[in-house]
Every structure is written in C-alpha cells, then in structure tokens.
C-alpha cells in the first residue's frame, strides 16, 4: 500500500522523518539506540521468543536488534528504504518491505511475535493498532516505546539540547498503559530502562516513565 508522505503522525510531519533516517545524519542516535538494544531490551525480549515463530520487526532500522536477538529469517519493515537495505545486508534476514508501521501490507492475524523498539513514537496510536491486528490471537507484541509523562517530555528536551536526539523529537507522540489497555491484550510482562552510566539496564520496580519495554499477549477478540 502506497504511504501518504503528507501523513501527519500526531504532530510529528512524516517527511521529516524519513528526511532525517535517509539523510545518514541519524548516526549518533542510532549509536545511543545500539547501546539500548544490546545492554537493556535484548536481554529482556530474549527469553519471549521462541523457535520457529513468524516473526515480524516492525521499523527494523539497520537491522540491529533483530541482530542482537539473532533473530531467524524476520520479516522486516521499515518506513525508509536505506534503512531496509541495511538490514537486507544481513544473511539471517527474512523478507523485508518498505512501508509506513500505520498501513502494513499484511493480513490480519500473520505473526506470531511482533517486535517494534524505538519507532512507536513516529506514529502514535494508529502504528500501535496496526501492530495489533498483523498479530495472532496468543501471539506477542514485544515494545519499546517513549511513555507518556512529564518526565519523559523533559528528558526528550534536554536530549535535544545536548544533540542527541533531533529537534523533531519535541514532537514526538507519547503513548502510556492506558492505550495498551484499548487493545485485546494480556500485559505479561513491563519494566523501565534506566542509565547507570555506562550502562543501560531494566528495572521493573521503578515507575514507568521514560524508555518503557513491554510484553503484550494478543487475547482472541469475543465479539
Ligand atoms: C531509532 S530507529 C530504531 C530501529 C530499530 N527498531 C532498533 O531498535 O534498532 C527508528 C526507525 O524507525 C523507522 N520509522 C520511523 N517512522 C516509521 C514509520 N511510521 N513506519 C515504519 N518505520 C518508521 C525509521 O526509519 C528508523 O529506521
């Protein structure tokens, strides 16, 4: 399906975006991301996954967690086509797509395991419902995501000021629990990335705020 480049994901402009990814000026960003996914949301996603799932890596980037979770043939998608053939490069990937997380070309009920790190925050609510319904009933989705709350808000801004993250971030779109609770789901598991300089780790008795990471469990719809 065709993406709308006019698309505007909450307030975040999508052009922007996929300006910034295409561009090759998300470098140190993306070093910061490595370090997550290596030192905090692997290890916490590993033991969610098993043998012989469909797998899909929703916004896979350059293919780095799917990397780090040595991830078996994944179906990989991702909004920006240099990204894709990053990841493309990598011999244990599966198929990969360029598509936009808010109208993926699946049918509903595809993937056993669904992962999305660090990408929820370009689309909001209607990425987070998309990844819902490409998962099958007792399948799971697997988020690391930007929780809403005012502690997040300044830890973006002062993120930016120090360049770390882009500017366009000040706009990105926050979700929290009670969007996940819209959906038909089971939370199995949640915890917080926290940074204990030089390390990245999970916590799951501090609030969640921040990095969150959570472990859905797709419920079968009673209509
Ligand atoms: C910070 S990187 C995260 C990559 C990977 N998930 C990881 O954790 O290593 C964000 C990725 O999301 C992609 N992205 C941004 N908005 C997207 C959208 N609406 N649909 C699909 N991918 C998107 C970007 O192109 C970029 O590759």
Not at 88 to 106: E, N
Not at 125 to 146: D, M, P, Q, Y
Not at 170 to 189: G, P, Q, T
Request: aromatic content about 12%.
């Amino acid at each position: 399906m065709e993406t709308p480049t006019t698309r505007i994901q909450g307030e975040l402009p999508i052009s922007e975006v996929k300006q910034f990814f295409t561009a090759g000026s998300s470098g140190d960003f993306e070093t910061l991301y490595r370090q997550v996914n290596r030192q905090a949301l692997a290890p916490f996603f590993r033991s969610y996954l098993s043998t012989n799932s469909v797998i899909l890596d929703a916004g896979c980037g350059r293919g780095d967690l799917a990397t780090q979770l040595q991830l078996h043939h994944p179906y990989c998608i991702d909004l920006v086509f240099e990204q894709l053939c990053q990841s493309r490069r990598l011999d244990f990937i599966g198929s990969c797509v360029q598509s936009d997380l808010a109208y993926l070309p699946f049918e509903a009920d595809t993937f056993d395991v669904v992962i999305c790190a660090n990408v929820l925050h370009y689309s909001g609510f209607i990425g987070l419902e998309e990844l819902h319904r490409v998962t099958k009933s007792n399948g799971r989705l697997l988020l690391a995501f930007l929780e809403r709350s005012d502690y997040t808000r300044w830890a973006i801004e002062l993120a930016v000021c120090w360049g770390v993250f882009p500017p366009f971030m000040r706009d990105a779109v926050l979700l929290d629990i009670s969007d996940l609770k819209k959906l038909n789901v089971i939370i199995e598991d949640s915890a917080t990335v926290v940074y204990l300089p030089p390390w990245f780790m999970v916590s799951r008795t501090v609030p969640r705020t921040g990095l969150v990471v959570y472990v859905l469990r797709k419920t079968v719809s009673v209509n």
